[in-house]
């Protein structure tokens, strides 16, 4: 068996759509929120990863094609945005303050937690970029220092949490605007978070693609700031 996944071209591709594909019948059938199909995705596909016992390296090998998609999957984020210009002219002074402050408060929380916890330089930085994509948060990590494999990882589950509770926190704190919605949601859980904005509405979607790009830059100016605060 273990030959064989070793030598497949398309192993890692085919279990990562059919875990997915799981993880998706699961929610639909148990309507909950914590079955969110990325995340059954990844714990079935670390399951199979066990149980073959296959090499990290090996079923990234066989799965990269899928990776090829990502760029064109993120500029379809950019047709909802064009969808609604006309509306982020009318509020880009609220669009644009909920971004940067939604950013302070990624950066500010990463640095108290930080202290509270004593973590080193190296540890610090490689959370900064938490809540922006991943594409730009492992090269905000290399650059400052941190370990950019954990940067990813954080990064993903950052927005798994995003996308698992964003319905329920707007509820709790009555956030009702579909533009706050998206702005919150881009702003925290970049495009995992952006994935469920979009099944909220058109213009939570389209809000929360446009976080994703603008949270993105500021944050590299802000990691960047902020990695000089623990030494």
Known sequence: MNDFVNASLFFGGAVSILAYGLGVLLQKKTKLAVCNPLLISICITI????LTRTEYSCYM??????SYLLTPATVCLAVPLYEQLSLLRDNWKAVLAGILSGVLTSLSCVFVLALVF??????YVTLLPKSITTAIGIGVSEKLGGYMSLTAAVIILTGIFGNVFAESVCRIF????????GIAIGTASHAVGTAKAMEMGEIEGAMSSLSIVVSGLITVAGASLFAQFIQ
């Open 118 to 123: 004593k973590l080193s330089h190296k540890e």
């Open 47 to 50: 399951l199979a990863l066990a």
């Open 61 to 66: 090998k066989s799965a990269q094609y899928l």
């Open 174 to 181: 009555h956030i009702t605007h579909p533009v706050a919605k």
